[in-house]
């Protein structure tokens, strides 16, 4: 792709003619969108206009991480734009030659001297442009945040992106409007939300199912042994053990989750041709459980597992060797957490501690994008049964249920498309089976009777292969609440649907 063929989404679209009237009355502004859905290319599209125009001379590009660096440096060439990495000392008084279009740096190396930045953008203040990539970490730090101020005050216009604007430990983001419960306002002169909901809807993201599997443990901790599943009721500190505990290796909990993704896995690959090379990401608790979970996934699968850790020196070249080859899984702490940009992805095994709703969101996003749109693709995401994590599932299965219902109350005739084809517009929620042998998907509970004959009845009503027995009895469940079909189990349990 190069800048003579990007052809901009309908919602990029709209986003850049706000872009372009914020341009002319203000110097900020923010635009949320789910990850995968699209806010590089807008970025460089709105920052190759202006250049083009003349309205800026000068992009400083700043994001949380060197691969997310050279990430944009690659993206940016595909629009014209040469962006060059400067050490801060080269930066002071220093004309950038005149086919280079600015500077690409991360949030460290501003902190570490802002005065460096500031007189980069100094040189032409009306005429320059700062994107802050993944904004959100300019609040992780005291010294980011006003390092930014300080090196950027000047600027024309600044572009804030993020995908996960949450913020809920005091910290602000300079030039952010923040809600009381710690979101960033993004609407009307403050800015533009694309929701993962309306991506899904677009066939930009691809709808994924969580499924969680529970776990009873026996491990010494708070100086006495536990036993517990995780539906014992703990208190925190207790609970956060309890995780620890069932992610341990030598317990059976990593290995499970890793035998059932690469199952999955193996069935995505199983449709061939544009699927054959779908890969899996594991994420882990620290470096050396990243380590100890390679060695679990190589016992389980056969499969050599990719690790990039900070640690290791040649970790941005496994990423890229990872992303371009056929490889099956790859193992990480944090470095694939956000921004990383590998659409294979299509199946993870969450099997970290970390319960924020931040870093779980940006874990799932590394999964949602779409490859081929029109493909019906959908990923998958196992992770253990920590009620913790489930409440953070079914908050993005709310919201998806919300903005369907929105839908069909202003568009009908979206509502309908979304009702013709569930499997790509809603989330499957699902845990393994209870004791009393009942099944909760998606918040409705079905016997594995039930299950079964969803099953019986996806083999003579729909194509093999594209629906699971789990998402027909879910569907048809939904259109009996929400649709008004008349959907029940019967007599033998039979299926009954009349229009």
């Avoid at 914020?22 to 290319?41: I, M, N, S, W």
């Avoid at 709808?207 to 517990?228: M, S």
Wanted: hydrophobic content about 40%; glycine content about 8%.
């Amino acid at each position: 792709m190069n800048v003579s063929n990007f052809v901009p989404r309908v919602w990029q679209q709209d986003c850049l003619l706000q872009l372009g009237r914020a341009f002319e009355r203000q110097r900020d502004y923010l635009v949320v969108a789910t990850p995968g859905g699209g806010k590089t290319k807008l970025a460089l599209s709105f920052a190759q206009s202006l250049l083009s125009s003349g309205a800026i001379t000068h992009i400083h590009v700043v994001t949380p991480s060197t691969t997310l660096r050279l990430q944009w440096n690659k993206e940016a060439r595909l629009f014209g734009i040469q962006l060059v990495r400067r050490k801060n000392g080269s930066l002071r008084n220093y004309s950038l030659p005149i086919d280079v279009g600015g500077v690409a740096a991360t949030y460290h190396q501003v902190a570490s001297d802002a005065d460096a930045h500031a007189m980069n953008i100094e040189s032409a203040p009306d005429k320059s442009l700062v994107i802050f990539d993944e904004c959100h970490h300019l609040g992780d730090l005291l010294a980011w945040g006003e390092a930014a101020k300080l090196a950027f005050e000047s600027a024309r216009f600044r572009l804030h992106l993020s995908g996960t604007p949450f913020r809920n430990d005091g910290n602000v983001i300079p030039w952010v409007h923040f809600s009381r419960d710690g979101i960033a306002v993004a609407g009307g002169d403050h800015g533009y939300t694309y929701s993962y909901a309306q991506a899904m809807e677009d066939d930009v993201c691809r709808p994924i199912a969580f499924d969680w599997k529970n776990l009873e443990n026996t491990y010494i901790a708070h100086g006495r042994e536990w036993t517990v599943d995780f539906n014992t009721d703990l208190d925190g500190k207790h609970e956060s053990a309890r995780l620890r505990a069932a992610l341990d290796v030598k317990s059976p909990l990593v290995a499970d989750l890793v035998m059932m993704a690469d199952r999955e896995i193996s069935g995505i690959r199983s449709r061939g041709g544009r699927f054959t090379d779908a890969g899996g990401l594991l994420v882990a608790m620290n470096q050396k459980h990243a380590l100890e979970c390679a060695k679990v996934i190589e016992e389980v699968t056969g499969e050599v597992a990719t690790v990039v850790i900070s640690d290791n020196d040649t970790a941005d070249d496994e990423l890229e060797a990872f992303s371009t080859g056929v490889g099956r899984w790859i193992v990480a702490v944090r470095k694939i957490s956000e921004g990383v940009d590998i659409p294979r992805l299509m199946v993870g095994v969450y099997a970290s501690n970390v319960v924020s709703t931040l870093f779980f969101r940006q874990f799932v996003g590394r999964f949602v994008r779409v490859r081929h749109r029109g493909a019906r693709e959908m990923a998958k995401m196992f992770m253990p049964g920590d009620e913790r994590f489930k409440t953070l599932a079914a908050e993005i299965l709310d919201e998806v249920r919300q903005f369907m219902r929105d839908k069909e109350l202003t568009r009908p005739e979206v509502a309908r498309a979304l009702r013709d084809s569930y499997d790509t517009a809603g989330i499957v929620v699902r845990r393994s089976v209870l004791s009393d042998g009942g099944i909760i998907i998606g918040g409705y509970r079905f016997t594995p009777e039930e299950i079964a004959e969803a099953g019986r009845f996806r083999a003579t009503q729909i194509e093999p292969g594209q629906y699971t027995n789990e998402q027909i009895a879910l569907n048809l469940a939904r259109m009996r609440d929400d649709h008004g079909f008349d959907v029940g189990y019967t007599g033998g349990r039979q299926f009954e649907i009349a229009a």
